[in-house]
């Protein structure tokens, strides 16, 4: 382990330079650092006096730096294109409704963020084939939803009520708008709610989270790709995230290539995945594999926190 000095030390220093969660920042770090033999044999040991001056140390906080660079300034272009990319679906929608041309635009959206870009080819097809197990379901709830809202056209559910929640206020005040056309021509109740995933941690504001946003009763809810992101994160997350899912089913899925190197990952995602179901005692009811994802939807049956 890594010791907590040096940890708080590289977050305080990356926070005064860009606004980024504190999570993201130890992950980031912890994969440069542990691949650093030299850096990891002298701190672990506990030899950490004057660690900052170490070279080793200074080249795992250059890379994590330009990581975090990386990736804000990729979130801020995405964002930037889906704004462009909305003034036109909203003018689309108005004059042709959900036309071929409007679910063009979605496509392009939904391209805007990785996990359901990687899922563009199998959405026509991709709700049928979970609810044909589940039933077509009447409350959705779609966690750490991502851009997934927009593939609302493709469920072809209609007088339904679909709930996200999302880590960015930005990102679901984006949805919300999305919604507010949408709602036009589907219909469907639909919210985005900002929700840190590990702030259930806490079953104080897990419970307080449920009623204050009456979120009591799901048919479905979604937690598409997001437990070997979360857990990788925090080994033993998950356990926090599915304990207060109120709802019959749960669609948990992994991606079955590296995001963005394209590496084979499917077993290591889905052994994860089992795990983390094995040691909250949930039995997989169903096993589907689209081209790029594996999906495992579980029975649950359960409505109270526990
Ligand atoms: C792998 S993506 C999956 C997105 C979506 N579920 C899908 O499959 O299209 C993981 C999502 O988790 C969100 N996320 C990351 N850390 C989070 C946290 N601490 N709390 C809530 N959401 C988080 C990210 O913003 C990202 O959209």
Known sequence: MIPRQIVEFVKSKIKK?????EKEIERIFF?????????????????????????????????????????LRQYKRNAEQRKVLFKKLKRILEKEGISENAIKIHE???????????????????????FEFTGK???????ACGMNPFSLPFMKLNDFTYICTELKQ????????????ISKHINVEAKAIRLNLFDLTSEEFGKKFIEEN?????D????????????RLRKGISKYIIRWLPTNYIVISGSKKSMVKGKEIKKRE????????????????????????????????????R
């Open 170 to 181: 930005e990102d679901c005040d984006f949805i919300n708008s999305y919604f507010k056309i």
């Open 108 to 130: 392009e959206i939904l391209c805007t963020h990785i996990s359901s870009k990687e899922r563009i080819d199998t959405y026509p097809f991709f709700y049928d084939r979970i």
């Open 137 to 143: 379901p009447k409350r959705i709830l779609d966690i």
């Open 270 to 305: 889905e052994r994860l995945i089992r795990r983390v179901l094995n040691e909250l005692n949930l039995n997989i009811a169903s096993k589907i594999e689209f081209e790029n994802e594996i999906v495992f939807i579980v029975k649950k049956n359960n409505h109270s926190y």
């Open 220 to 231: 479905v809810v979604f937690l598409l790709k997001d437990i070997p992101v979360m857990e």
């Open 214 to 218: 009456d979120l009591m009763k799901f």
């Open 31 to 71: 994969s440069y650092a542990i691949k650093d033999k030299k850096f990891m044999d002298r701190v672990v040991n506990g030899k950490i006096e004057g660690f900052e001056r170490l070279s080793s140390f200074k080249e795992i906080l250059k890379k994590t730096k330009k990581e975090i660079y990386y990736n």
């Open 17 to 21: 330079q860009y606004e980024i969660d």
